[in-house]
């Protein structure tokens, strides 16, 4: 069944729908257990043994701890992410993974350089802060100015006229990461709109320790650059309360961020081959690349490592499918994508053989599921494999659900599915110096293990194929 | 009722004894609301109108905020302190608080200059650190060792012999403050009496950011003064992990701490005088200095405003009772006790009329009620009046409990309480960066000020004198 794919989107596997709908249309989580369909009573008992394989073995935590201790942080461009690739590659063929192999890719290289915040006016204090990845620098010297404290976008467009000359800093209040994270990538472009000299923001998070987090920005062409910083909660808090108090605020802010030429890097993947079908793939995975602070290990060694232990874990057990499943850490997913685009690129006319795609990118907490992104008929069908994960709690999959770095495939038709987990505290880690190996817990990441295992297996080696293709509008 | 305070400790009250035993025996939280005494029919009224007046006031909070946000953290010896101290009796005489007044109090003076930690082997990586109050120097250009890393002192007696000359990580976790803070205090001596250079200690918390933590230590005259200082939880971790898969660590430590000659500051103190027997005091408080990071709001700005309002509140309802109340914000609790052990001097000869002393220093969160040091008899009538906290969930008084501030006075017998709170956030905060305004709430601060105000009054009101004295052994 081969198809060419962005154009049997909206019409792949029209044959299963009836049957889908069906089972569709069943509670998931009824009262009574629903007796086993038959793709269940077939995979039930092997799904016992890789949960119980999985759990019996905390070899992801000491994986994943093993490589961030050793290369630390990882941004895409740095000689550390070259190392941690080089070490990827090398253990996954000493385990003896088939088809190991690496694919380039170059990536940007933004480089932060020395960079600091001080208040000045009402008092001296220093500001811990990080510059966002993408960011220019300030002038050698740095920039002194009057800080504007504004809430949102619609509080600087009304006080515009204030904003000139002035360092623009929102202090938005977190709304949840999608609404927020506006401001990291957009604050920037807003405030030299208004004749601003540089950006501040609130950190993204609901929960600080006076801990600056980092990520991506982006510029306008059409409006000057201006460097972007975030400082920590606690502070975009104290100079708006001392805006509010009638005080003169004024910050001195350095930068030395720069951006480089792009420069070499690489996608790392290793494979069972399929039995039958070896040239129809489930592709699992996250990224290796890290910002370059703390050690990059919930985002996203810890993805990285519990798909590859996914099928490490096959391997020990002997559990070869009868389609290949491909395990890749993707380069790039912080700031550029070119990881995902490049996978896609290198893949295009094997895509629509890519029956589906699974990335773990938003920790390795205690796994609840997966979201997925596809045709009903086939939602129906994983729904059916998620059930088996109901010893985990991790059995309900939600509609909608992928990954950054498989993007590039799900907007091509591979059906796409995210891990989800336990994701009360991501967001106080995420991008900042604490994201480290003590925040992850062994035997949670033995169940994210086990999860991507039962159903990268299952979906692998199921007699019929997981319908193809992505509904228009997702 | 004079007595000279020592003597009568253990005789204190001896007449109210047996009614007192009769209440102590009555389940604090009965089913059926037991009925009131007549120490709390006479006060349920007035209590409940203190309550609501503290409740629809945010001010404890707000005077916080602008005491911490206008000078920062208050070390004892620090300028700021001083300013900060200044403003308080100001706003103190400017609120016609009655005899506000400060008493002198020479501090000690510990300066922690330029510091860092870096990790040099395996790999460099920078590592947040904050040496710990009291803490020597290193020579010139720091200090570069291997490290020893141990989880407990017993570690470090076993391995004794691979110490000398290397620095010593105490990675010692969290087990409640009370044990794991000796690491802190004793680390240095402990490193330094087998031949280490340095003494590191992971910071004492429950749950860190990458947020290193504070707080004093201490010398043996009969042992070499190494240089020490906290880690964070996560490197401290690092460093363990490295040690454990046998690589050698190396960490460079610079710090340039020094301790200068003793200068002056001051406690600083208010009034409502009492109309019957303004000569018999309850003094409430907590103390004005912090450690030299974050803004000191919860540690503990937070419970000098708390008992300050709390007069304020008494003042404003015109609530004059039959004793005099004091606030009082000592000073340099964090690094000498000497705001505490001046205040039991300067009042050596009146402490036998200091009815009862409360301190607030454990977080101004949701309160929970107080914990008491005292005589039996005592304890009962105070349950009686913490009963009156029911609306607040502050009602439970348990046996044991004071402030480093006021135990001084507890020593000679001075019945003694601290106000109990919700900790479980507490100690995440304590003595780093990340104590700030935000992390208190307003309406907890108010609840902790309607508490505060309520046991002071009834106890400075009633018309029997608390019996006074504490039992040898407390």
């Keep these: 069944m081969r198809r060419s794919a962005p154009a049997l989107r909206a019409t792949a596997a029209a044959p299963l729908l009836l049957a889908a709908l069906a089972l569709a249309a069943a509670p998931a989580h009824a009262q009574q257990p629903a007796p086993d369909t038959p793709l269940q009573a077939q995979y039930r008992a092997t799904a016992g043994r890789i949960i119980a394989a999985a759990l019996a073995d905390s070899g992801a935590w000491a994986k994943m701890a093993r490589i961030t201790d050793t290369y630390g942080n990882r941004l895409a461009g740095s000689d550390a992410l070259e190392r941690a690739l080089e ?110 000299v540089a950006a501040l923001i609130r950190s993204v998070t609901p929960f600080p320790l006076r801990t600056p987090h980092t990520g991506a920005m982006y510029y306008d062409s059409a409006v000057a650059r201006v460097p972007a910083a975030a400082l920590t909660v606690e502070d975009a808090m104290l100079l ?57 290990a919930m985002d996203d060694m810890g993805g990285v490592v519990v798909s590859w232990e996914a099928v490490r874990l096959l391997q020990r057990l002997g559990l070869r499918p009868r389609r290949t499943i491909r395990v890749v850490g993707w380069v790039n997913e912080e700031n ?38 596809g045709t009903d008929s086939a939602l129906a069908l994983v729904r059916q494999i998620g059930a088996l994960l109901l010893p985990l709690g991790a059995d309900t999959v939600s509609r909608g659900g992928g990954g950054t770095d498989i993007n590039p495939m799900t907007q091509l038709g591979v059906p796409s599915m ?45 007699p019929e194929r997981l319908p193809w293709g992505v509904p228009a509008g997702r």
Aim: with cysteine.
């Design 240 to 296: 708006h309360r001392m805006q509010d108090r009638g005080q003169r605020v004024v910050v001195h802010l350095t930068m030395a961020a720069r951006t480089l030429p792009d420069s070499p890097s690489r996608n790392v993947m290793g494979e069972i081959r399929g039995s039958e079908h070896p040239e129809e793939v489930v592709v699992i995975g996250g990224h290796t690349d890290s910002w370059d602070v703390g050690q990059g």
């Design 87 to 196: 070490d990827i590659l090398r253990t996954m063929q000493q385990e003896g993974l088939e088809n190991a192999h690496a694919e380039p890719v170059m990536v940007p290289r933004w480089v932060r350089g020395e960079e600091s915040a001080e208040l000045v006016e009402p008092r001296g204090q220093p500001l811990p802060m990080l510059g966002l990845g993408g960011s220019v620098g300030t002038p050698r010297g740095g920039i002194t100015a009057p800080v504007l404290v504004v809430s949102t976008f619609d509080e600087l467009t009304r006080r515009a006229a204030e904003a000139r000359g002035k360092i623009v800093l929102f202090d938005e209040v977190w709304q949840g990461y999608g609404p927020t994270v506006q401001y990291r990538g957009r604050a920037a472009v807003a405030a030299a709109r208004v004749g601003a």
């Design 336 to 373: 550029g994508d070119r990881g995902g685009e490049g996978y896609r690129d290198a893949h295009r006319d094997q895509l629509a053989n890519h029956v589906l795609a699974i990335e773990s990118d938003g920790g390795v907490f205690r796994p609840t599921g997966f979201g997925f992104t």
């Design 418 to 462: 995210g891990l989800n987990d336990d994701g009360t505290r991501y967001f106080w880690y995420h991008h900042t110096n604490a994201d480290t190996p003590d925040k992850l817990d062994p035997r949670e990441m033995a169940q994210c293990v086990a999860a991507m295992a039962v159903m990268a297996y299952v979906v692998a080696d199921m």
